[in-house]
């Protein structure tokens, strides 16, 4: 596949996510007007959040003309949901093929990110000793760290990793709209089975199991559990998507 734009990865919210810098999406557009005017009508149009739907970063002149310190050209970076919504606002056909072609992206991307499901037995098993290991060093970690207790280390402590369907409970959702909120954003496949990039950031967390089928003898189950962090994000994007009321009760935990 042809690069349309560049995507590049870029730290938003404190975490590092891919992302597309606004002068490259404005040139894919063919945009005719001012730069400066056209992305500011844009964030303010979609109603775009600072530190969670792009970032401003604010270069330093280097005109020996000018003082040192005046503010020289400001870059914007907007996430790839920030950009195809920007896609669909221009309402052109070029909007609709840069559209086209981030979905695009983000497709190639969960097939080569996909969590890798084992097919035996034995592989189940040295799959969960090493969620075991990688878990204990996280513990330790968050030790470690204690004294720059942060938001996510503080839900730790209210809450623990969760099934959906108990984070759906936990915020007042239907399962199903929950699970298919999570599939429509790549966090889990069809087969409601975590993607990596989202175990990676610590939202989401593939458990494994074995079992005894009656019929086909030893078997794994693999199932998605939604961590501290990751609850405190849904929360946070569903409350932005209007698709939940302020809970003040849940906030509390999270404080």
Known sequence: MSELIPIKPATIGGEEINAVN????????????????????QIERAGFVEGIDYLKIAEKSSSPKKASGIQGRIDYFFTIPAAKEICMMAQTPKGKEVRLYFIECERKLKEVQAVQIPQSLPEALRLAANLAEQKM????????????????DTVQKSF????????????????????DWLRERGWINKKNEPYQAYCQQGVIRPRVSPYEHPEKGPSISITAHITPKGLFRIYTALLKEGLVKRNDQLEMSFK
């Open 22 to 41: 606004a002068r490259d999406l404005y040139a894919a557009l063919g945009i005719k007007k001012d730069f400066s005017n056209w992305v500011k009508a």
């Open 137 to 152: 060093q996280l513990e330790a970690r968050i030790k470690e760290d204690a004294p720059k207790v942060g938001f996510s």
């Open 160 to 179: 623990g990793d969760m099934l959906i369907r108990e984070a759906a409970k936990a915020l007042g959702l239907n399962p199903t709209f929950l699970f």
